[in-house]
């Protein structure tokens, strides 16, 4: 069964215990103390680092932005001196999904959808479903939320139990497929968490490189409380850009731009959405989440060989979760090696022995592989 952990209370802060240990049930006075560092990303895995150091801690698609979409930026940029106005990148976005524009509000980055959530609607009682991306949690504790944990179980492949979710929570919020499992839960599954008066709020970052992004509920007008947060951030190497977009009931939506700042998404970034929905680009994008999966299960079979490593799967995202002995001393000779892997234990649910891995290429992946060898040789000596 899952574990339901109330939080904030006060927690172990020791990485080696991995799952938190949960002490008394009084908030924490500063709604901060989590036992898990939520704000580390895998940019801090890169950050200051020399071009030599190959990067598999950042789930953005190598080789991006693409030439015509940097094209297409760059000429946005002289239209500057006016002010941002979304309505044709909204009615793109729309267009996208087959959806009505008012189901539509664009982001500056997924990020700041969990933030607006936070702000605007009033959860008596959130959960975040873990192990996934962090900052839903961060969000919601920094707008003065007691958030209570769904930890899935590692034993399941932390896939999501029909009764994980408490009956009474009126804020669930799940990833798929979920950073950093890259589990893929069934969109009907997923549905089926609805409730009359909870917000369900599914996370589908990664969706675009899932081949045919089978089991999304993008496009779901039938699901009531349903919120899709999409990011163009991965597979189109915008991050440094910040878009991303909310897809929802229209009360939610006006909810929502309440408590959003003006102007929060930039005219590049509107154009970069704009062109990013348009048939070419989503064609090209289908071809990339091809490439990736290929990808992918080359990086699985080649991990294989490694006694030492257990891959979690079906993975179904441009990243893999895996587990070894060691894997924290792992991480730092790999860097050494010349290679950057995300670490695991700053996830809710998982410990120091994990770590996660971006797909790239087949060549990078024979030389990471190579590298991880000496780097569990060495460790085991």
């Not at 002490?23 to 020399?50: K, M, N, Q, Y």
């Not at 920094?142 to 179980?153: M, N, P, S, Y």
């Not at 006006?254 to 959405?273: D, G, I, N, Y």
């Amino acid at each position: 069964m899952p574990s339901r952990i109330p939080i904030p209370t006060p927690m172990s802060t020791d990485p080696s215990a991995g799952l938190p240990t949960s002490g008394s049930a009084t908030p924490a006075a500063d709604g901060v103390s989590t036992g898990f560092d939520l704000r580390h990303h895998g940019d801090a895995e890169v950050r200051g680092a020399d071009a030599d150091l190959t990067d598999l801690a950042v789930n953005v698609r190598a080789g991006t932005p693409p030439d015509w979409l940097k094209a297409r930026i760059a000429d946005s940029l002289d239209g500057l001196a006016a002010y941002p106005d979304g309505r044709t990148a909204r009615e793109a976005v729309a267009a996208r999904h087959g959806l009505p524009v008012g189901r539509v509000l664009l982001t500056a980055g997924a990020a700041e959808a969990f933030v607006l959530l936070a702000r605007a609607i009033p959860a008596q009682r959130p959960v975040v479903v873990h192990p996934q991306f962090t900052e839903p949690e961060a969000a919601l504790r920094d707008a003065g939320h007691t958030v209570e944990r769904v930890i899935l179980d590692e034993r399941n492949g932390f896939r999501l139990a029909p009764d994980a979710v408490p009956e009474d929570a009126d804020l669930v919020v799940i990833g798929n497929p979920t950073n950093p499992t890259s589990v893929l839960h069934p969109a009907d599954a997923l549905a089926g968490l609805a409730r009359p008066g909870r917000t369900l709020v599914v996370d589908e970052a990664f969706m675009d490189a899932v081949p045919g992004e089978r089991e999304s509920l993008a496009d779901r007008t039938d699901v009531p409380g349903l919120v899709v947060l999409r990011s163009l951030t991965k597979t189109w190497g915008l991050a440094g850009l910040r878009i991303g977009y909310v897809l929802a009931e229209p009360h939610t939506v006006t909810a929502l731009e309440r408590v959003q700042p003006l102007w929060p998404v930039s005219s590049p970034a509107l154009t970069a959405a704009e062109a990013c929905c348009a048939p070419p680009a989503l064609a090209e994008a289908a071809r990339a989440a091809d490439r990736t999966a290929a990808d992918r299960a080359h990086l699985a079979d080649r991990l294989a060989q490694l006694a030492e490593v257990r891959v979690c799967g079906p993975a179904a995202g441009p990243f893999l979760l895996i587990r070894l002995p060691g894997a924290m001393a792992i991480r730092t000779r790999l860097r050494e090696l010349g290679f950057a892997v995300r670490r695991g234990d700053t996830f809710p649910g998982l410990g120091p022995d994990w770590l996660r891995l971006a797909v790239r290429d087949r060549a990078t992946t024979d030389r990471f592989v190579i590298a991880l060898a000496k780097a569990i040789a060495e460790s085991d000596a």
